[in-house]
């Protein structure tokens, strides 16, 4: 099967050829959500999750990531909700230790960087905090708001993430 990145580019040219001009930014967007939405319907989950990790790993896809996780919350995927966000936690919180050592020298573009990371992370965590929430797993939720403490004391990425997670689909970072 084609990845997402195929397929768009499929639909973007068949659609600009029936409109006979390139897309504008928000029918590009459009047709991103349509086609995204498609691959919910179909169940292309573990497909989705990988090219989240892929293209927002770090930074960015908030929609996406909002999205898919209200659908996995809606029918209960507690797997795949610790892979979605496990995974995007695991990438943010190292992006930000990657920003934080120049940030705490002064370097004023790493501070910036830092907290831009920091913030990404923070949207991650919260989308998962919500997830454990909905699902009633207050153990685990209690578990990453104390992760979450750490994450925000700028405690080392290897004392703020746990050794492992839930996950069985694919690698974390």
Known sequence: MPTFAVELERLWAKRAKELGRDLTGDESRVLDGQLFQSWIDAGRLDELIRTIHANSGRDGGLEDIVVLGY????????????????????????????????????????MREAARASAQAMDAYV???????????ESQRDALREEMQRFQAREPAKSVLPKRRGSSIGPEA
């Not at 209960?76 to 050592?101: N, Y």
């Not at 989308?127 to 797993?137: A, D, N, V």
């Open 71 to 110: 659908h996995l919350r809606e029918i209960g995927d507690e797997e795949r909700i610790h892979s979605l966000f496990g995974g995007l936690v695991s990438r943010r919180v190292k992006a930000f230790h990657a920003w934080w050592p120049r940030a705490l020298q002064g370097h004023v573009g790493c």
């Open 127 to 137: 989308e998962y905090f919500h997830s454990l929430e909905r699902l009633g797993l």
